[in-house]
């Protein structure tokens, strides 16, 4: 029963919406159906917090950066451990709320892309613990950069599929999934990684992602007996910033800042356009198509964000800055020798800009930064840049 006209649904301003052809658009409207439904059953929030204690390992510590803030000078830095999670980062949360929404509409197949191959072995995770088939689509050059996850994945149970079309990176990736989705909607569930797409996901995707600045919250007011200056995260489709903004987001007072790569600057050079079902601020090339980006973090390579942020950007509740893959690199080895953490290639440009910002501010200031995930993952590829 449609009482609500599809224009005005999953609207931030004026981004998000679904742009998708009619038949798509039947399987969107029932997962927003499924999902209004679930979301606050008593018994659906009961089994998600019950996986996110005994499989993902939360609540996370936020830790406070004792020897990076006494090096740096300025603000305290804290940082929120999504690094600690079970598989590394934050995109499984993002992965068992889906899941158990996909069970409850009795989907036996699940497929998902992946860029970084985070979310890919996110979800062949939670696949192979809920016991479901798993397709990962996922860019030829990711594939080939990210070799150990899909590994992973297969060890997991998952089926990789390389996508050569296009760059052969996640974007492509994604395009494929949607041509997958529209052929098997009848038994196949949609695993977006995410905060973008067509509407429910962007919602629903900060749903799941809302325990970190849910958490980060009380812990601050705990640690610190105030809210933070600021939260800085970073930003590839936006699904751990919206997850860490999520509790701030009407604590007026609380900076939200979102660190983009610079060389994909979505929110600082990008124009509204709509791309993969949805409208969003955008990269595009002369011919109006999703321009090619290349950051050293696979998980930010995207040409759009999430619809939310493109809102939160206009609307000037949060700033979006850039970080430089080279900055982002010296981060990533300054955290690992200040702090014993290894942060992810992504997470790592959210600390180069905290690292900016604390020095600037005074030392009642305390800065939140996500970090996303853990640095494991891009060894191999830091060894081979410090080496060359
Ligand atoms: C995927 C990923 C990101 C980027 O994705 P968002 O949806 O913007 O959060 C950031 N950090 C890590 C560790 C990732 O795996």
Not at 120 to 141: D, H, P, Q, R
Not at 209 to 217: G, L, N, P, R, T
Not at 360 to 372: F, G, I, K, Y
């Amino acid at each position: 029963m449609e009482t609500v006209s599809l224009e005005s649904k999953g609207y931030f301003g004026e981004f998000g919406g679904s742009f998708v052809p009619g038949d798509l658009q039947q399987v969107m409207n029932q997962l927003e159906e499924q999902f209004l439904r679930y979301k606050d059953d008593p018994e659906f929030i009961e089994e998600f917090n019950y996986y996110l204690k005994e499989y993902v390992g939360r609540e996370n510590p936020l830790t406070f950066a004792e020897n990076l803030t006494k090096q740096n000078g300025g603000a305290k830095i804290y940082l929120k451990r999504e690094d600690l999670n079970h598989t590394g980062a934050h995109k499984i949360n993002n992965a068992i709320g889906q899941i158990l929404l996909a069970k409850r509409m009795g989907a036996k197949r699940i497929i998902a892309e992946t860029g970084a191959g985070q979310h890919g072995v996110a979800t062949a995770t939670a696949c192979a613990m809920f016991g479901m088939e798993c397709i990962i689509y996922m860019g030829k050059l990711d594939t080939e950069r990210q070799a150990l996850n899909v590994f992973r994945m297969e060890l997991l149970g998952a089926k990789v599929v390389p996508v050569e079309k296009g760059q052969g990176r996640l974007k492509d990736a994604v395009d494929e999934a949607l041509g997958d989705l529209v052929q098997n909607y009848q038994n196949t569930f949609y695993l977006l990684g995410s905060a973008v797409g067509p509407h429910p996901y962007p919602t629903m995707v900060k749903h799941f992602q809302a325990i970190i600045s849910e958490e980060s919250k009380r812990q601050i007011l705990e640690k610190e007996g105030k809210l933070p200056t600021a939260v800085i995260a970073c930003t590839g489709g936006g699904s751990n910033a919206i997850g860490a903004f999520a509790h701030y987001i009407n604590e007026k007072d609380v900076r939200l800042i979102g660190v983009e790569p610079a060389e994909a600057p979505t929110m600082t050079e990008g124009v509204p356009a709509v791309i993969h079902g949805f409208k969003c601020l955008t990269l595009l090339d002369e011919l109006g198509e999703p321009k090619p980006t290349y950051s050293i973090a696979a998980g930010l390579d995207y040409p759009g964000v999430g619809p939310e942020h493109s809102h939160l950007k206009t609307s000037g509740r949060a700033e979006y800055v850039t970080i430089t893959g080279q900055e982002a690199l010296e981060a990533f080895q300054v955290l690992s020798k200040t702090e014993g953490i290894i942060p992810a290639l992504e997470s790592s440009h959210a600390v180069a800009y905290a690292i900016k910002l604390a020095k600037e501010l005074a030392a009642e200031d305390v800065l939140v930064v996500n970090l996303s995930g853990r640095g494991d993952k891009d060894v191999e590829q830091v060894f081979k840049m410090l080496k060359k």
